[in-house]
């Protein structure tokens, strides 16, 4: 059974930082592209991270440039997402979400990050 489970979220004031874990199982993991994904309420859910299969590439979406760091480890099969200095519109629902190369995805139930004062 294919499980990828977001923790880690909650409420935090601008400024702070919050730590999101992704745990995966139930497929090769280290076989996957891994992101992380957020949708704000009327908003469509938008990319915010990237990372390749051994983690030797990283991408992010130019809002949280110089601020997220996404990283994953394959031991563990686990994807993170260090968030510092957030601002109130960083505030979403924040997804993982597995890709490889042969068009199979799968999906977390998502995590709530409050950004605010």
């Known amino acids: 059974q294919v499980q990828l489970v977001e923790s880690g979220g909650g409420l935090v004031q601008p400024g702070g930082s919050l730590r999101l874990s992704c745990a995966a199982s139930g497929f090769a993991f280290s076989a996957y592209v891994m992101s992380w994904y957020r949708q704000a309420p009327g908003k469509e859910r938008e990319l915010v991270a990237t990372?390749?299969?051994?983690?030797?590439?990283?991408n992010y979406a130019d809002s949280v440039k110089g601020r997220f760091t996404i990283s994953r480890d394959n031991a563990k099969n686990t994807v993170y997402l260090q968030m510092n200095s957030l601002k109130p519109e960083d505030t979403a629902v924040y997804y993982c979400?597995?890709?490889?190369?042969?068009?199979?995805?799968?999906w977390g139930q998502g995590t709530q990050v409050t950004v605010s004062s």
């Open positions: 990372i390749t299969r051994i983690g030797g590439s990283t």
């Open positions: 979400k597995a890709d490889n190369a042969w068009g199979v995805a799968y």
